[in-house]
């Protein structure tokens, strides 16, 4: 999958991305959603707790 353009925006494909304390998954993901802001959509950040939270309710 290429992240660099907005195939998988498109195509509704998910990205996860995981890694040690420190590695960068934040830095990568902010990175990502900055991207898709520039292409024109719409971004949103959430918490994993906040969106558990949001899925149960």
């Avoid at 830095?27 to 959509?41: D, R, S, T, V």
Wanted: glycine letters at 8%.
């Amino acid at each position: 999958m290429q992240l660099t353009t907005p195939t998988w925006i498109e195509e509704a494909r998910h990205v996860i991305i995981t890694g040690l304390t420190g590695c960068g998954k934040t830095y990568l993901a902010e990175a990502l959603g900055l991207q898709a802001c520039k292409m024109g959509y719409r971004v949103r950040k959430v918490r994993y707790r906040i969106l558990f939270e949001e899925i149960r309710a």
